[in-house]
């Protein structure tokens, strides 16, 4: 099973602690010596679920949205960053330079186009900007990849 994340980035503590929960509730749902975990690696959600499928004895495969997206993380965000790409089995690549939000739709979509199944981190509102997190979920419903919501109830951001 091949299954993709997206989701919102800084969340408070409290709401991280719930995601972490069901992430691992839904990464146990699969067979793990066949999972494999489809991550942008973001801070936040991205990067949880890559530990999580990783901690699991999964494989991880990095969607990268551009070559100047790692410099668009926070910098604290670098070490994980690193690490992560570097337990990858495969880093897919869109071919764009620039880390704006038409690359990061782009990642989105090769990472769609490579999953079974989406995670979303998702509060059900719209996008705060294009290529949000509801922009994924929206272009992964039209292309028949299942979604399935991960968001604790009366969880704001």
Known sequence: MRVGITGHRGLSLLVER??????AEAVARHDLAELVGISCIADGPDAWFADAVLDAGGRLEVVVPA??????????????????????????????T????????????????????????????????????ADVVAYAERSGV????????????
């Open 18 to 23: 719930e995601v972490r929960v069901l992430m």
């Open 67 to 96: 070559t100047k997206y790692r410099e668009s993380l926070p910098d604290w965000h670098h070490p994980v960053y690193d690490r992560l790409i570097a337990q990858a089995a495969d880093v897919h690549h869109t071919g764009m």
């Open 98 to 133: 620039v880390s704006d939000s038409a690359a990061h739709m782009a990642g989105s979509e090769i990472l769609v186009g490579l999953a079974d199944e989406l995670l979303a981190v998702w509060d059900g509102e719209p996008s705060w900007g294009p290529g949000g997190t």
């Open 146 to 157: 299942p979604v399935r919501v991960l968001w604790p109830a009366g969880a704001s951001r």
